[in-house]
């Protein structure tokens, strides 16, 4: 059943539904971009790293900025009724000038990760707008995330491998392991001297995120505990290259950084979870972590005593700052030049008019509804279309959707076009079915309530026991945490089990909005007994 696609420079998918009524659209196109086609004249990289370092109260300060799960948010919006805002890249640079010149010698830039998928700049250039715009900000380490795989490792090592003229952004993963030892494309760490000073880095993934990842993403890896890893590598950095600090960037939940904070490193940095938190952990190591899309930046200032070199803990001074401060900060011009080279090959395709919505489209209401009744009407019609997988599609009984990772945003009110919805739905996830028993489905159906539901069923008792059934779902729920208690007794879910459509939700969902034309939102944001399971 799996559609095959090929990849030109531009490619005209038709993905068409009729529309309520019997009228006819024309069918939706959607180009595709082969980024590795498109020659970006780079500016020339700023000199930088140069001069003195910032002195305080007799320290020598070494000012270290983070920012992790930017999420390819690369243009400067504001939200929240202008509570918050996304800095955006050409801010950003701005940003980071602004704070090197008042440390000209003595600044570092980091991130922990998840810094490319998320947007249609972004996705459709596979990272390497934002990529290409970290090189010429000078970032000078970057910790893996679990959505740097989303593109499968290929696309991780094109991005790792990158070159801005001869720099390339250091990749730490010292705790991701492939067939037993560490990809040739990711570092430890990597050692960053500033003036008389040497700062470790060291890289390391949360021990368990291999689950949010697509499984065929990562065959092969592990992702293997880190804290002895961190502790080992640290004492090397010291003993062997003669760092005066170090420090550790973890893609790892907020409420995990605390424990990082041990005394093998001097300042800690967390991300994955989306939420600002900082704190003094014993010993006085900071450990801070920020939110998601540029919204905020971490700070944390190592103060050296200068005769020893050595880091004097109790002077160490970090905060978080908001980015909705900066909004006056003007574009940096080259980071624009470099945005401006990519955008004559997706503008067209982010702009694609699809709808018109009469309120907000909210992720966890008529977006989720609209979404996983698409996914079913979409699975129907696959196993229509293929008589020969010997479906019987009154026997789809239901669709399922993660809609708080899932789907990633809300759908603003009046015309709708293809970007808002990249931007909802960014990953390329893949509309599969499963096939269950009656009884193994009643079983586990109460498990998955928390997801995004269509169903056709009246209540689970309904369900014949011996009878067979199919779900509808995407290759990322199946396959991860969200349905681990499915085939519990034969180790879980496989690939092998999946029944492929080769479509994707982001698309599927696009021809929905398109072929609806004009959305009432009240119709699709209520909550009836079509979009739940009861018992």
Request: hydrophobic share 35%; charged share 25%.
């Amino acid at each position: 059943m799996k559609i095959i696609k090929k990849s030109l420079l531009i490619l005209t998918v038709g993905l068409f539904i009729p529309t309520l009524g019997g009228c006819k659209k024309k069918p939706l196109v959607i180009p595709t971009v082969d980024v590795e086609s498109i020659k970006v004249s780079l500016p020339a990289l700023p000199t930088r790293n140069v001069g003195e370092i910032r002195t305080q109260d007799g320290y020598d300060c070494i000012d270290l900025y983070e920012l992790s799960d930017f999420h390819g948010a690369v243009n400067y919006e504001t939200h929240d009724q202008g509570q918050s805002a996304y800095i955006g890249l050409p801010k950003l640079a701005t940003y980071l000038d602004s704070k090197r010149s008042a440390n000209p010698g003595g600044t570092v830039v980091l991130s922990c990760g998840d810094m490319f998928q998320g947007s249609a700049d972004s996705n459709l250039t596979r990272g390497y707008m934002v990529n290409y715009s970290m090189h010429y900000m000078g970032f000078d380490a970057m910790a893996i995330g679990n959505h740097e795989f989303d593109w499968t490792d290929s696309w991780l090592r094109k991005n790792a491998e990158l070159k801005y003229n001869t720099y390339s952004i250091p990749y730490l993963g010292a705790n991701i392991h492939k067939n037993d030892e560490l990809p040739d494309y990711l570092q430890k760490s990597t050692v960053i001297t500033r003036k008389d000073y040497k700062i470790g880095v060291i890289g390391v993934i949360g021990n368990s995120l291999e689950n949010t990842i697509l499984k065929s993403a990562i065959e092969g890896y592990e992702f293997v505990e880190y804290a002895k890893i961190v502790e080992d590598e640290a004492a090397r950095l010291r003993s062997e290259e003669g760092c005066n600090a170090v420090v550790l960037l973890a893609h790892e939940a907020a409420d995990q950084i605390e424990s990082l904070a041990s005394g093998s490193v001097d300042a800690v940095f967390g991300g994955h979870a989306h939420e600002n938190k900082e704190s003094s952990a014993a010993g006085g190591v900071p450990a801070l972590a920020t939110k998601n899309y540029g919204q905020s930046v971490a700070r944390i200032s190592l103060k050296f005593d200068p005769s020893t070199k050595e880091v004097v803990k109790e002077a160490v001074d970090f905060e978080i700052e908001q980015m909705i401060d900066y909004g006056s900060l003007a574009e940096d011009s080259n980071i624009k030049n470099i945005m401006g080279q990519y955008s004559s090959s997706i503008d067209e395709i982010k702009g694609i008019k699809l709808a018109k919505c009469d309120d907000e489209l909210k992720h966890d209401q008529a977006l989720k509804n609209i979404c996983t009744k698409t996914m079913y009407e979409s699975a129907v019609r696959a196993a229509q279309e293929n008589s020969s997988a010997g479906i019987d599609t009154s026997k789809i009984i239901a669709a399922y959707h993660n809609i708080n990772g899932g789907i990633r945003s809300d759908i603003a009110k009046g015309k709708i076009i293809y970007g808002d919805v990249y931007k909802a739905f960014p990953f390329d996830n893949e509309v599969v079915l499963l096939k269950f028993s009656g009884s193994e489905y009643i079983k586990n159906a109460r498990s998955l309530n928390n997801l995004g539901i269509y169903r056709t069923f009246e209540r689970l008792s309904s369900l014949k026991d011996k009878e067979t059934y199919y779900i509808v779902a995407t290759d990322f729920l199946a396959l991860g945490e969200y349905m681990g208690d499915f085939k519990r007794d034969e180790g879980g879910i496989k690939d092998e089990d999946l029944i492929r459509t080769g479509l994707t939700v982001r698309d599927e969902v696009a021809t929905k909005i398109y072929n609806l034309n004009k959305i009432k939102n009240e119709e699709w944001a209520k909550t009836s007994p079509e979009y739940r399971v009861v018992s």
